[in-house]
């Protein structure tokens, strides 16, 4: 049996009506949409609880969208929220930009995005991987420690740093086309460890999937 095992969860929708890339912008809430999604995976988790997962360790992003996904979790398992700062979404040159083709056309932005397998406009996707997986190593021990052997952690982050850690972990190129990240709202990327702290495996789900159609594609980094 998996000794423990740690979702990264991506937040849900976020009411962003000018469609801005919000970065690490504060006051980004959920939308109306957003909220029924964290709802859902309270549910989810709720559920797998009930018939026996040892789910025991909550954390998110200081981020408010990630915070209020995590919050119906939280009053559903009944944990305190554990704020990661290790898990917040990617820094980003563009943040608060609409980032249309016309705004990247713009001489001035042509320094930043000469690299995109670093990437040149943004934090690194080695550092966002190195970061989120040190936080997720803790968190599956925070998980043994409370929980036992099959314990579980949840942490509350962003579609960029848990594409990259997903790459990462799965020893693809980190460099990638951002509209084919499988990680969308709400989704679970699923990290099993065996007893000795080794990764087993990576898991996909999306259990609010009946949610996603019409709902905001515009990433945060």
Avoid at 25 to 39: D, K, R, T, V, W
Avoid at 125 to 146: G, N, P, S
């Amino acid at each position: 049996m998996p000794q423990a095992t740690v979702h990264l969860l991506r937040h849900g929708e976020v009411h962003n009506p000018d469609r801005v890339l919000y970065g690490r912008l504060p006051e980004f809430h959920l939308s109306g949409l957003g909220q029924q999604m964290a709802g859902v995976l309270a549910d989810h988790f709720a559920e797998r609880a009930a018939q026996g997962a040892k789910i025991v360790h909550l954390a998110a992003s200081p981020l408010a969208r990630a915070q209020e996904t995590a919050r119906p979790i939280a009053g559903a398992l009944h944990l305190e929220i554990a704020t990661e700062a290790r898990i917040i979404e990617a820094a980003n040159y563009f943040e608060g930009l609409h980032v249309s083709k016309a705004e990247l056309l713009k001489p001035k932005h042509w320094p930043r995005l000469c690299n995109p397998f670093r990437p040149s406009w943004g934090e690194p996707y080695k550092q966002q991987a190195a970061r989120v997986m040190a936080a997720v190593r803790d968190a599956r021990v925070r998980a043994v420690e409370l929980g036992g052997d099959g314990a579980e952690a949840i942490l509350v982050s962003h579609q960029l740093p848990i594409w990259a850690t997903r790459l990462s972990a799965e020893g693809k190129p980190l460099w990638h086309d951002p509209r084919k990240r499988e990680c969308t709202l709400t989704s679970l990327t699923s990290l099993v460890f065996d007893d000795a702290g080794a990764l087993v495996r990576v898991d996909y789900s999306e259990p609010a999937a009946a949610l996603l159609a019409g709902a905001s594609s515009t990433p945060g980094a």
